[in-house]
């Protein structure tokens, strides 16, 4: 579609140019021909619709002769220079009609003889306009295109990195089931009937989160609802070692939060955490609100002691990719460690609906 007509805020700053125009010309007839304001305006004004008609067609020679390398100026300077006259000689034409039409009037007399003193500009000022009209055509083309460009390596841009958010989504089940499995081997020759417990937990588990994979974010009450779930295969396998605490605001659990965020963080928690300890600890879940940032912190009890430290693992970095990739800047995640306590706080923005 023609690019001046296709929006309504071009089309009204071309018109406006246009009356620019007019009254530029219009005072220049009337210094070079001595013709009244009346007269003058009777003239140009329909002068300067037909023309502005005429020089919104520069955009089909401008589509059709793209200058893409200067083998082709010569060719588009041949093509818009015999436009431009041939249209501004039936323009000048359509102004001697038109004068000698006005001519016929009484009020008019002597119009048209006047006129033809007149004519070298028009003519002159017919092929300046059109050349200008090409030129802004050009620039228009320019601009689509670079337009075009950006909003291409925008999608690309969108493209890369939802396809690394899905690697990085598709880290999480297989890392955790390695570890489940693991533990369901070292329980099958222990404990048969809790191994068959965790089992069928794990299948549960396995079964709600599977179409989380095509989701961009779930409310935290649901991703909440598997972190529990996720426990529970946990609780078959450290028993009274473990033991959950939570901090949830109500006004939280509505909002959006991208899936299995939180298992990653839980997971190193009791790997990492709870597993390091004989008499076992407590893993503390807390979600809060903080201006326009939903603040979600996981903490568990751990030994500063001891070798197998996740404050660089598997799960951190996953989840602070994550972050990093869908808010930018404007999502943290900040580890703290204080004596026997190991905390990782998430700030993110406030969302209450899927984006």
Not at 324 to 343: C, K, N, P, W
């Amino acid at each position: 579609m023609h690019p001046i007509l296709a929006r309504r805020e071009r089309l009204v700053i071309y018109l406006l140019v246009w009356v620019v125009i007019g009254v530029l010309l219009e005072a220049l007839l009337m210094t070079a021909g001595h013709t009244g304001w009346l007269e003058t305006l009777s003239l140009v004004a329909p002068l300067c619709v037909i023309y502005a008609l005429f020089c919104l067609a520069a955009w089909y020679p401008v589509a059709a002769i793209p200058i893409e390398g200067m083998d082709v100026v010569p060719r588009a300077l041949v093509a818009h220079l015999t436009a431009a006259l041939l249209l501004s000689i039936v323009w000048t034409a359509l102004g001697a009609g038109l004068a000698y039409l006005l001519g016929q009037a009484r009020y008019f007399s002597g119009f048209y003889t006047r006129f033809r003193a007149q004519v070298p500009l028009l003519l002159g000022a017919g092929v300046l306009l059109y050349l200008l009209s090409v030129v802004l055509h050009y620039a228009l083309v320019a601009f689509e295109a670079s337009r075009q460009a950006e909003k291409r390596e925008d999608e690309a841009r969108v493209l890369a990195r939802d396809a690394e958010l899905k690697a990085l989504k598709a880290q999480v089940n297989p890392h955790f089931l390695f570890n489940s499995l693991n533990s369901i081997s070292a329980l099958t020759s222990v404990d048969p009937s809790r191994a068959r417990e965790m089992c069928i937990l794990l299948s549960e588990f396995l079964r709600t989160t599977l179409g989380l994979g095509e989701k961009a974010a779930i409310p935290l009450e649901e991703e909440l609802s598997l972190i529990r779930s996720f426990l529970a295969v946990e609780k078959v396998r450290f028993g009274a070692r473990l033991c959950v605490e939570e901090a949830i605001a109500p006004e939280c659990l509505s909002l959006f939060v991208p899936p299995l965020l939180l298992q990653p963080l839980v997971e190193n928690a009791v790997g990492h955490g709870i597993g390091n300890l004989l008499e076992g600890g407590v893993i503390r879940l807390e979600a809060r609100i903080e201006g326009d940032r939903l603040v979600i912190v996981v903490a568990n009890s751990y030994d500063p002691d001891s070798v197998r430290s996740h404050r660089n693992g598997l799960g951190l970095a996953n989840v602070r990719n994550r972050i990093q990739m869908r808010y930018g800047s404007i999502g943290a995640l900040h580890v703290r460690t204080a004596d026997d306590r190991f905390e990782v706080e998430i700030a993110i923005p406030a969302e209450t609906e899927a984006l």
